[in-house]
């Protein structure tokens, strides 16, 4: 079972950008579809973008299209989620999560397995 620990947060100011790592600190990520959620204070969780375990499939909201990338490397039990051109609504605590199955998706209630979250913040 993998324990995830996200990092990469941070001040950025509006058009700026940053990387979020997800790193399995116990176990792999090959086996699992990764997703990457957002919450800010009295919203749902919200899937932002989400990878198929094999790689080939990637899913964006329409909110973060041609902004944000998602990716991984198994040998490295890393997922990260490439955060460009960021806007003031992108502010939130970014989450990431895996799913024991080949297929992501943006349903929280789909995933097994969660990290603790790191804090965005796009703000001049």
């Known amino acids: 079972q993998p324990l995830l620990v996200e990092s990469g947060g941070g001040l950025v100011q509006p058009g700026g950008s940053l990387r979020l790592s997800c790193y399995a600190s116990?176990?792999?990520?090959?086996?699992?579809?990764i997703g990457w959620f957002r919450q800010v204070p009295g919203k749902e969780r919200e899937g932002v973008s989400y990878?198929?375990?094999?790689?080939?499939?990637?899913k964006n909201i329409d909110a973060v299209k041609g902004r944000f990338v998602i990716s991984r490397e198994n040998d490295k039990r890393t997922a990260y989620l490439q955060m460009n051109n960021l806007k003031p609504e992108d502010t939130a605590v970014y989450y990431c999560?895996?799913?024991?199955?080949?297929?992501?998706?943006?349903?929280?209630?789909?995933?097994?397995?969660w990290g603790r979250g790191t804090q965005v913040t796009v703000s001049s």
């Open positions: 999560a895996a799913r024991d199955g080949p297929v992501g998706s943006f349903q929280n209630w789909d995933y097994d397995f």
């Open positions: 116990l176990g792999t990520l090959d086996s699992y579809a």
């Open positions: 990878l198929d375990k094999s790689g080939w499939t990637t």
